[in-house]
């Protein structure tokens, strides 16, 4: 019969790996990192009251998970160890106590903050970047060099002030591959735009950045690096010296690490970063203390898996359990329906939360999330609040699951959600919570392009009321205009004269600033070509739309819904009567065009292009655009930082031109 220690102890160890699983491999974590260390400490002073239950298998005896089969091995040169935690002063006093009676006297200390993101070690052999990996589980990692090259912070090769990289044939970097705050706020929001799930927090998204099998998608998540070791440099006599070594190599290091005389110093460090960390772009949750010299680290050594001569001082948790009274259904300055969680009030990190981000309808059903729950709360940094999931073991019964309404709670419009799409939008492109953003789109350089109807100028009309949706820019006047701050006479003529001119754009203008949802405007300038009228589009079924060359069932299905709603049809004559452009401009006769019966597909960014523009030119030259490369593709006109549409043209055969290729056709086509 098992003792009860050894079944605890293989109860803990079947939920650290299932955490462990999730995390490293999932990319999909279920519990939080207090939850995480709580779980472990309670089984390493488990098999510390009990050694005869310790395992070689047991999560203490390991660095981090198991590598993923979906990359190649990386096998590090040196173990690459995990730090214990301290959660108290008393553990780092502890701690230095034992360094101290080593060292026969106070022990000089380096502090580091504590860089929420992905450990990882980079290889150099003859001062070039040779290849880098994951942590793994401390000896072998996954071999992930493509994606850490597309990390702009991580030199691909060694600097030295003198010129010289003798004495490193060969180096290990260690560090912190982590995404900023303010980058974390730009992925998530252009995630939003595009219906994709947004991520929980800037260490997930750093770390499934990194763990990307095509090293694009991994370039698109702008992550930085932080060096904290230099591996293989024998001439280093302390830590302090490896991190200005790791400078002048070319390796960012962060800028506020510390070299403190004594441990009453490091309390002092610690307690202040606790206090500031909000301060910084990137997440920190805690201050790793390292021995500053190496010599001494050497004779302190590691047990089991954690060296002797550094410790992680881990901050206090923003989290907290909490009721979730009800869920309210906001929508976005995009058209997004965003659910959010009215909590009973609760104090976490210094801040009485009593609203939470629950993202959108597949997040709440995936983590099972009821109205009535306990749950658990987290907040990081001056990212919004937001749940984690259910304590389901604290349910009465009485919870009730989450319907997302069928129609907008601001406009009552129909709310379309895509299949496969974790967003719901509402539909109506006059919808009181959409309107600045509809605003500021419709006036944009590729819409209607109203010089002087900027960001600044959008929200003042649509704050003040003088525009309620779109149609009303075509309303404004010089008495509307007097009173909108910084507006003197002559800009208030320049915008109006502007306004006038807009409406000259043509259809496929119009069509891309309506802001349809999948319509761009390669698409918009295809329904344009093919159709010749906004009637016509609006009458067409969702087949008579596939029938256009790129228009698949996901946009087809979405342009007929934009026109099936009331609201948007009576905007649309608001905008005909006031003199809109709503057909195609006259195309060059087919039958002569050097362009008829050709398809481009536009690819990256032009020189001085814009992609309306080129769209424009080759419609007008008797061509298609379309927004997708096949084998009816003719052209593919690629730009600076083409992407996916570029390789698949190169694989198909494809004829691909740049811009200057571009107008040689055109001005080839007259005969």
């Not at 010129?163 to 982590?178: D, I, N, T």
């Not at 597909?601 to 032009?606: D, E, R, S």
Request: proline share 4%; net charge positive.
């Amino acid at each position: 019969m098992p003792s009860k220690a050894a079944t605890r102890a293989q109860k803990l160890r079947a939920q650290i790996d299932e955490a462990n699983h999730r995390y490293y491999i999932l990319d999909d974590p279920a519990i939080t990192d207090a939850e995480f260390d709580a779980l472990l400490r309670e089984l390493i002073e488990l098999e510390e009251r009990h050694p005869e239950i310790r395992r070689a298998d047991s999560p203490t005896q390991r660095v981090g998970a198991a590598a993923s089969e979906r990359f190649a091995p990386y096998e590090h040169a040196r173990p690459m160890l995990s730090l214990a935690n301290a959660v108290s002063f008393d553990e780092l006093r502890a701690f230095d106590e034992r360094a101290s009676k080593l060292a026969g006297g106070p022990v000089e200390y380096v502090c580091e903050l504590k860089i929420d993101g992905l450990a990882v070690a980079l290889e150099y052999r003859d001062g070039a970047l040779l290849r880098g990996g994951t942590r793994g589980d401390g000896r072998v990692g996954e071999d992930v060099t493509p994606n850490l090259r597309t990390v702009r912070t991580i030199p691909l090769r060694l600097r030295s002030s003198t010129g010289s990289r003798q004495g490193l044939k060969f180096a290990e970097v260690r560090g912190e591959v982590y995404l900023r705050k303010s980058d974390f706020e730009r992925l998530n929001a252009q995630r939003e735009r595009g219906g994709l799930p947004v991520f929980a927090n800037p260490r997930n998204a750093a770390s499934g950045g990194v763990r990307q099998l095509d090293p694009a998608l991994t370039a698109e998540r702008r992550l930085s690096f932080f060096a904290y070791q230099l591996v293989g440099d024998d001439g280093l006599k302390t830590q302090w010296a490896g991190l200005r070594r790791l400078q002048g190599l070319g390796f960012p290091v962060n800028p506020h690490v510390a070299r403190l005389p004594a441990i009453d110093a490091v309390f002092k460090y610690c307690a202040d970063w606790e206090r500031r960390r909000d301060d910084l772009d990137y997440e920190i949750d805690g201050v790793v203390v390292k021995v500053n010299e190496l010599a001494l680290q050497d004779r302190l050594g590691v047990v089991a898996r954690d060296p002797r001569w550094a410790i992680a001082y881990k901050f206090k948790p923003r989290e907290a359990r909490t009721k979730l009274l009800d869920i309210l259904v906001t929508v976005g300055r995009t058209g997004t329906l965003n659910p959010n969680a009215v909590l009973a009030p609760v104090r976490i990190g210094g801040v009485t939360v009593k609203s939470a981000t629950l993202h959108n309808r597949d997040y709440i059903e995936s983590n099972d999330i009821r109205i009535g729950d306990t749950v658990l709360v987290t907040r990081a940094g001056d990212v919004i609040p937001r749940v984690v999931g259910p304590i389901v073991s604290e349910r009465s019964g009485n919870e009730r699951r989450f319907r997302l309404p069928a129609r907008c709670p601001v406009c009552g419009s129909d709310v379309d959600h895509p299949e496969g799409e974790a967003m719901s939008r509402c539909t109506n492109a006059a919808c009181p919570a959409q309107v600045y953003e509809r605003v500021r789109h419709f006036a944009s350089r590729g819409a209607m392009d109203i010089e002087g109807l900027g960001d600044v100028m959008a929200q003042q009309l649509t704050e003040r009321g003088l525009v309620r949706d779109i149609s009303g820019i075509y309303a404004l006047d010089t008495a509307r205009l007097r009173d909108v701050p910084r507006t003197g006479e002559k800009s208030v003529e320049s915008l109006l004269r502007n306004i006038e001119r807009s409406k000259q754009r043509g259809l496929a203008r119009l069509l891309y600033a309506l802001g349809i949802r999948f319509v761009g405007s390669q698409t918009a300038q295809i329904l344009a070509s093919d159709f010749g009228t906004i009637d016509a589009i609006a009458d067409a079924s969702e087949e008579d739309l596939r029938h256009s060359e790129g228009i698949g069932p996901e946009v087809a299905r979405s342009v007929t819904l934009f026109f099936k709603q009331p609201a948007n049809l009576e905007m649309i004559e608001r905008l005909r009567r006031q003199g809109v452009v709503m057909d195609a401009p006259k195309r060059v006769a087919a039958t002569n065009a050097k362009f008829a019966g050709k398809t481009f597909v536009l690819t990256g960014t032009l020189p001085s292009l814009t992609r309306e523009e080129a769209s424009s030119l080759i419609v007008g030259a008797g061509g298609k655009v379309s927004g997708s490369v096949s084998k009816k593709t003719d052209y593919v006109v690629a730009g600076s930082e083409a992407g996916s549409k570029l390789v698949k043209a190169e694989q198909l055969g494809i004829a691909i031109v740049d811009e200057d290729g571009l107008r040689r056709l055109l001005s080839s086509q007259v005969r």
